[in-house]
């Protein structure tokens, strides 16, 4: 599993390049986007659950993969 996201994108870049005149590149900051939403004790953070499983999703699709 840990080799199929890479393969798969060295695949459909090519397919990428050759069909298209103009590609853009965003740099995701995947680490960032999927910190915790728990707080502390002082604050504590809303809709944790949901911000988990959103987590959760952005990981699983391999967003920020090279």
């Known amino acids: ?4 996201r890479p393969d798969g ?7 990428l390049v050759g069909g298209s005149d103009l590609i853009g590149h965003e ?6 986007t999927t910190r915790s ?3 502390t ?5 809303r809709n944790v659950a949901q911000k988990s499983g959103l987590n959760r999703s952005i990981l699983d ?3 920020g993969c090279s």
């Open 1 to 4: 599993m840990r080799r199929r």
């Open 9 to 15: 994108a060295h695949k459909t870049a090519p397919a």
């Open 27 to 32: 740099a995701l900051r995947v680490a960032g």
């Open 37 to 39: 939403a728990s707080g």
């Open 41 to 45: 004790l002082q604050a504590p953070g």
């Open 61 to 63: 699709a391999g967003r």
